[in-house]
Structure formats: structure tokens, C-alpha cells
């Protein structure tokens, strides 16, 4: 019973979620600034306001990163600090843009960006081609299993529109790419500052003849892995209405499809039952996807609480009080085996106690070094947990929201970590 | 066996109900502030979906400084009244009446929202506060988590913000703290208007084209009201104007538009060379920070 618009059909327009990481100097911000002005997504008093704040600076013509970096700190300090989230659309696609700072607490950041992103953007600086923190970045995208990879070599007007230039740089990247389990990357040559390739064809490149950058975000598939994945559900709340009866579980499809007639089994408890329902506030569906938030209802009457998740009877997440998996601490304050916090996990928080700490990722030369003896701010790392309740979980590298988890500090109620099921990661070679 | 992908409006609406749900699981006494305006009734709208066919588990809360449109006050009320909802609301006045408050030199009410809004979160031991702000907005709230800490006194630190990832919200808080929740984050003003249009919202007849009397101040068209004007040798004029926001009438311009229906509006907006704030809010133009700095003093 969805009511339409009689005026004009919705048109229907995908959403892309994706992200931004590059290194200090590569121009990620002109980038970010020159998408959203060729998209005309900045609006005049926008503009103005980056004139006027350009002008006070002393600048000479209006930097673009103002429209960025929004908070006082980071203006007065001319460096972008937090994870900013930006939104442009186009005829045929909605973007968010997760814009992630490279210096400061970069794992914090590129990690937050990734988290969410379907597809990532990696700059690089034409003159200096993969550098250290391009390693870093992309090994931390390679861990939060970013579906798509794009690689813009940017500044390609300081090198003359050098072929050669693009050709070496592509090649040694799509290496590290393999190296880090990427099964294809797309490479674009641009000049954010000039506009080459990121809205506009360019007439330097003749000898290019892949998609802009703004082509390729409007044309990639936005299915995400896990809708062919086994069907998960967490149980966020129950929805009863007493007037009808009415009893259902409400929750977010986190993968899979969900039907009426399907055989579920309710976890961590083991019940199995059959989907009698999947409502909406508009009505029934016939089926469900991944990112679908609804309310399903079962044949049965079993005790099932927040927390709780409905999984596909056929192929089920294992139920386990012991995980090994990998952290990306994102605090000042170390961690240290044997410590007490609190692990969210879907729509369930329980009590974790860290076991043994294992290797540690090397970010600078990708690859894994000894276990170290606590983590700190921006490490990755192996770990083994304890839970004091069991958790259905998959493997992060199969199914991303039924594998990841944070960890929680109990006297302050931060977060401390980012949590993956298993290692992610696999380095070859 | 693979199902279509979610349309963008589909995206953003299963969003903002997973997090209405996440918040009715973790906390004890949330409360949705609404105003009238369409931001926040685009949220009541989508928290009756979250839960139907059960009613929404929380009550509303109105920060009225006084200066309102009637049109809006009756909208309001009626839309309470007919989705059976609760609401409480914190008249400004009454902070003023008590001297809590004084009236500002130049009659705008719209930081004055900041004291009783967080007198009342105290007082009703709210530990959950549902806003309809979005990032597109302004730079300050594109920093802004979807569940953000406030502390004791209702401040904001955007350089203490929790890393916000996948989608595990973490709401934990201490005694005395709350959390600003924001489902709407992620989207667009256009969102808005098309998702308004999708599901046939209503809203208060102000946002669309009227004929009203009106006097230009600092570049806007603002209304005759208790908020003082026109002064000086500014001078009541008929034109046919909309809003594109509501809020305090001394800070609130109408825009100059013959859009009566929301195809127009849409039409309007998406051809539009200035944001929404920036076009209407005189609050937002006090200086280069202005919205970083009421936020973090409690404001929305």
C-alpha cells in the first residue's frame, strides 16, 4: 500500500557510499572540493564563504579545503582533524563521501571512512608515484574489506601527461594491490586542481581511455558482497501491538535475502522456526535484502530478545564464547592482555576479557611482525577474546556486519577498538 | 537470487528506523524534539514506521521561544493529536518570565532555546535526544557523529568525538550525560523534499509559495511579529514568498517563490545557488563558526 506520488513517478536513484584516503600532500582535499563544484554540489554562499575566509588568510585565490574542514581548530590550524562526510548527486546517483584525513590518527580515520564505504578512492602524487602511506592506507582498506578500489594518480599536469609516468606507478601498484587480495583496481590519471579526468574528459590524455573518475563512481555495480551472502538478521527490538496481537522482530537485513516460508534458526539459542512475515510500515514484502530495515514475524512462539539473530537454518554463523580476530585500537589509552571491557556486537553488548596478543600488522612494510606486548593508538593486531555471553559470528572476510565488533572502555564508554572476526588480511608472498 | 538494490530514499530511510530501533533498545527515556518544521517532522514520520504497527515509544518535545507562525503551532498540535503522540513543550517565555533568561538586545530568540532545552533534558531525565540535523547542512554538523556524547552540561567536544563505525552505535553514557541522536544525517535537502513528496507528507503551509507582508533586513525576507520589526526605514511590503526553514521568526527569512506544489518545490530547490542556512538563518551568519559555537554550548 506504498503511496506514490501521482504528479511524477520516483525516479529510482542508487546510493553509493565510499571514501577518500590519501597522504598529507596528495591534493585529496582539492579533489573532494573539485568533485563537488564540477557536480555543482557547492552553492554560492558556500563559495562566498570560502572567498571571504581565503581572503581574511591572505590567500590569493580561494582554497577549496575551507569548504572541508569545518571546525575552528582545524581551520586555525589549516590541517583536517575528523572524518567529514560529504554528499553530491548526479542524474542517475546519490554519493557519501566519507572524506578521511591522512596524518593524524589516520588508522582511526581511514578505518571510520572504511568502515561504511562500498568503494574507496586512493590518491597518490603523480611525481612520487606509491609511497609509504599509500601502503598503509590501502593495507588498512585491504583489512575492512572495501568491496572496490579505485587509484587516482593525481598531478599528472606536473609531469607533463607523461604515459610512462601513469604506466610505472599502475604497475607497481597493482602489485601491492594483488599483494593485499584486491581483485582488480581501477587507475585514473587526474589533475584535481586543473580538473582532468574527475568530471571532465581531458584533452592532455589522449592516450587514456578509461572512464573519469566521477564516470566510474556513477557506473560501478553498488551491490554490496553480502547479498549473496547467507541470509543474517540481529533482533534489534520487538514490535507487539496488543489491539491485533501483533508480535515481530525488528532489525536490519545485515545480509542475505529474507522470504516468507524460509527456515530460520534463532541464535544463539539453536530454535528453528519459519518466516510467517516480513512487514514494513507500508506493508508486506515478498523478499528482503541486505540494508533493508523490517519486521519479520514466525511461526512460532519462542523467547527472543534484543540481541538475539536470525540466520538461515541451512548455514548458520557458529555460536562461540572464543574469537580470535584482529583490532584496530583506536585509543591513547594501551591495551593489555588480560583486560576487562565490554564487546558490541550487532545489536548485543556483553563482557570480553583479551587474551594473548598475537602478531602485529606492520603498516610501513605490510606485513606481519612479532606479537607486541600492548597495543597503542593506530596498531593493528591479532587477538584472542573471551566473551562472557556466545556470540554468532562469522568471519569479517565473509560477512562484514555479522563479523565485525567494537570494544568499549566501562568507566568512560568510548570506543576503543574496531573489531574483525579472524584475520581479514591474507599477505601474499 | 540476488535482490534489486535498495533505491537511495529506501537506503536512507532503513538507516534512520535501524537507528530510532537501536536507541529504543538501549535507552530508558528518549524523547524527539519537533518543532512543526519539516526536518522534524520528516522524523516523526519516519520513527511511526520504525515501530508500527505498535505506537513510537517515546514522547516529543517542543522548545517554543514564543515567535513562532501560527500556521506552524497548529500544525503541530493537530499532528499530534492525530497520530496520538505526546508532547511536552518548554515555553522560552516562562525561562524569561522566572528570569532564568533575558531577552537579547536585538529580539532573537533562537539561542535562548539552548537553557530550557537543557532545564527540561534534566528535569525529565531524557538520556536520548532525537534532532532532525543533517551534515549537508553546515560544516560544523558535517563533523557531527549520528549518536553524539554530551556531557553534564549539555556541551558538544568535537575533538572527544567516539569513532563512529560500521553501523554499532555506541550510546553509552554516564549519569547526567545524554546522546544527541541524528537519523537523518546522511541526508540531502533534496532527499528530504523527495522522500516528503514519495510518501505524501504534510506539512505547514508556510513552506509552500503565500502571499504575506513582509520588510527586507540583511538580505531576507523576514515577517512582522512579536520579534520586533520592520524598524528604522525598513518597510512592510506584500510579496509571495515560502520558507525553506522554520524557526525563530527574528532569525527566519522567507525566500521569493511561486513553488505551491512540491514539484515546484523540488524544481526550486534543485536549481537553487544558495544553501538552506545560508539563505534564511541569520543565526548562521554571526560568524565563521557560528554553528560550531552554539553547538557546542548544547544547541542542536
Known amino acids: ?429 | 537470487m540476488t535482490t534489486p538494490v535498495l533505491d537511495a530514499l529506501d537506503a536512507l530511510e532503513s538507516e534512520a528506523i535501524h537507528i530510532f530501533r537501536e536507541v529504543a533498545g538501549e535507552f530508558d527515556r528518549p524523547v524527539i524534539l519537533f518543532s512543526g518544521g519539516k526536518d522534524s517532522t520528516l522524523l516523526v514520520h519516519l520513527a511511526v514506521k520504525a515501530f508500527a504497527p505498535a505506537p513510537v515509544p517515546f514522547p516529543l518535545l517542543h522548545v517554543d521561544t514564543g515567535h513562532n507562525y501560527a500556521e506552524v503551532i497548529e500544525f503541530r498540535d493537530r499532528i499530534v493529536a492525530e497520530k496520538g503522540l505526546r508532547l511536552e513543550v518548554a515555553h522560552v517565555q516562562d525561562w524569561i518570565d522566572d528570569g532564568r533568561l533575558t531577552e537579547r538586545p536585538d529580539g532573537t530568540r533562537n539561542p535562548l532555546q539552548t537553557v530550557p532545552l537543557l532545564d527540561t533534558i534534566v528535569e525529565k531525565r531524557h538520556d536520548a535526544v532525537f534532532g532532525g540535523g543533517r551534515r549537508d547542512e553546515e560544516r560544523a554538523r558535517a563533523k557531527e557523529r549520528i549518536m553524539s556524547l554530551r556531557d553534564g552540561f549539555g556541551r558538544w567536544d568535537p575533538r572527544s568525538q567516539r569513532p563512529e563505525l560500521w553501523n554499532l552505535y555506541n550510546g553509552r553514557h554516564a549519569p547526567g550525560e545524554h546522546v544527541r541522536v541524528f537519523p537523518i544525517s546522511n541526508w540531502t535537502e533534496l532527499d528530504v523534499w523527495r522522500y516528503i513528496q514519495r510518501e505524501r507528507i504534510e506539512l505547514p503551509s508556510i513552506y509552500y509559495s503565500h502571499r504575506r507582508e513582509v520588510f527586507r533586513r540583511d538580505g531576507m525576507w523576514l515577517a512582522e511579529g512579536p520579534w520586533g520589526g520592520p524598524r528604522g526605514t525598513e518597510v512592510l511590503e506584500e510579496r509571495t514568498v515560502r520558507y525553506r526553514t522554520v524557526g525563530d521568526g527574528s532569525c527566519t527569512g522567507a525566500v521569493e517563490s511561486t513553488a505551491t506544489t512540491l514539484d515546484e518545490i523540488i524544481a526550486e530547490v534543485t536549481a537553487s545557488r544558495l544553501t538552506e542556512r545560508g539563505a534564511t538563518r541569520a543565526d548562521d551568519r554571526l560568524s565563521e563558526a557560528a554553528m560550531e559555537d552554539r553547538k557546542r554550548e548544547g544547541y542542536f
Not at chain 1, 348 to 373: F, K, M, N
Request: glycine fraction near 8%; proline fraction near 6%; include cysteine.
Open chain 1, 1 to 429: 500500500m506504498k503511496t506514490q506520488s501521482t504528479a511524477r513517478p520516483c525516479k529510482q536513484v542508487a546510493l553509493l557510499r565510499f571514501a577518500t584516503a590519501g597522504s598529507v600532500d596528495d591534493g585529496k582535499s582539492t579533489l573532494v572540493g573539485r568533485l563537488l563544484y564540477d557536480t555543482k554540489s557547492v552553492l554560492a554562499d558556500q563559495i562566498e564563504a570560502v572567498q571571504r575566509a581565503s581572503v581574511d588568510r591572505g590567500l590569493a585565490t580561494p582554497d577549496l579545503s575551507l569548504l572541508v574542514d569545518g571546525l575552528r581548530a582545524e581551520r586555525e590550524q589549516g590541517i583536517t582533524i575528523d572524518v567529514a562526510y560529504r554528499y553530491f548527486s548526479t542524474p542517475t546517483r546519490e554519493f557519501v563521501l566519507a572524506d578521511t584525513p591522512g596524518h593524524v590518527q589516520y588508522t582511526r580515520n581511514t578505518v571510520t571512512g572504511a568502515s561504511t564505504a562500498e568503494l574507496a578512492v586512493l590518491l597518490v602524487d603523480a611525481r612520487h608515484g606509491v609511497v609509504e602511506q599509500t601502503r598503509r592506507h590501502a593495507a588498512v582498506l585491504a583489512l575492512l574489506r572495501v568491496p572496490r578500489l579505485v587509484l587516482c594518480i593525481n598531478k599528472i599536469d606536473l609531469v607533463g601527461y607523461d604515459e610512462a609516468v601513469l604506466t610505472a606507478i599502475g604497475k607497481d601498484f597493482a602489485e601491492l594491490a594483488r599483494s593485499l587480495g584486491f581483485e582488480s583496481v581501477v587507475t585514473i590519471p587526474v589533475s584535481a586542481l586543473v580538473g582532468d579526468n574527475v568530471v571532465e574528459r581531458s584533452a592532455h590524455t589522449p592516450w587514456y581511455d578509461g572512464p573519469t573518475l566521477l564516470g566510474h563512481l556513477e557506473s560501478v555495480p553498488v551491490t554490496p558482497p553480502e547479498a549473496d551472502a547467507p541470509f543474517r538478521m540481529p533482533v534489534q527490538y520487538v514490535i507487539r501491538e496488543h489491539a491485533s496481537d501483533y508480535r515481530g522482530y525488528a532489525g536490519q537485513v545485515a545480509s542475505g535475502t529474507v522470504r516468507p516460508g524460509d527456515e530460520v534458526v534463532v541464535l544463539p539459542g539453536g530454535t528453528r522456526t519459519t518466516v510467517t512475515g516480513v512487514d514494513t510500515a507500508d506493508g508486506p514484502l515478498e523478499q528482503a535484502g541486505a540494508g533493508r530495515s523490517v519486521t519479520i514475524r514466525l511461526a512460532d512462539d519462542i523467547d527472543i530478545a534484543r540481541g538475539d539473530v536470525l540466520a538461515a537454518a541451512g548455514t548458520p554463523p557458529r555460536v562461540t564464547n572464543e574469537l580470535d580476530a584482529t583490532l584496530c585500537w583506536l585509543s591513547d589509552k594501551a591495551l593489555r592482555p588480560g583486560a576487562r571491557l565490554l564487546l558490541k556486537h550487532g545489536a548485543r553488548t556483553t563482557q570480553v576479557i583479551v587474551g594473548v596478543l598475537g602478531d602485529r600488522l606492520d603498516t610501513d612494510t605490510v606485513s606481519w611482525a612479532d606479537a607486541p606486548e600492548q597495543l597503542a593508538i593506530n596498531d593493528i593486531a591479532r587477538v584472542s577474546l573471551r566473551t562472557a555471553d556466545p556470540l554468532p559470528v562469522d568471519d569479517y572476510a565473509d560477512i562484514r556486519a555479522t563479523g565485525s565488533f567494537l570494544l568499549i572502555d566501562p568507566p568512560t564508554g568510548n570506543t576503543l577498538a574496531a573489531g574483525l572476526v579472524g584475520t581479514p588480511l591474507t599477505l601474499a608472498g
